[in-house]
């Protein structure tokens, strides 16, 4: 069966940096479009990053792009988020996902000083 299981997180101050990971599992990788989603608390879901099964393009939402960088490893069936210069506002739940209706558990980042 499809698993994402997400690592990574956790409290920094605001302008640092985090990474985050998504393992896959149950799939063949390389061939899906793999997304990186938001829930900051008491709102919706955001949509923050793409990057493509093929060539690897990467498409990003207007409050992320410039400061976080998604890439995969198709040797190790993983995605990433770099998150760098990150603002209070950046503070929610992280998703890993995948079409149609595969996600991660989440992964709760904290901007604060």
């Known amino acids: 069966q499809v698993q994402l299981v997400q690592s990574g997180g956790g409290l920094v101050q605001p302008g640092g940096s985090l990474r985050l990971s998504c393992a896959a599992s149950?799939?063949?990788?390389?061939?899906?479009?793999m997304n990186w989603v938001r829930q900051a608390p008491g709102k919706g879901l955001e949509w923050v990053a793409d990057?493509?099964?093929?060539?690897?393009?990467?498409v990003y939402s207007d409050s992320v792009r410039g400061r976080f960088i998604i890439s995969r490893d198709n040797a190790k069936n993983t995605v990433y988020l770099q998150m760098n210069s990150l603002k209070p506002e950046d503070t929610a739940v992280y998703f890993c996902?995948?079409?149609?209706?595969?996600w991660g558990q989440g992964t709760q980042v904290t901007v604060s000083s």
């Open positions: 996902s995948r079409a149609i209706g595969y």
């Open positions: 149950g799939f063949t990788f390389n061939r899906y479009t």
């Open positions: 990057i493509a099964a093929v060539g690897g393009g990467t």
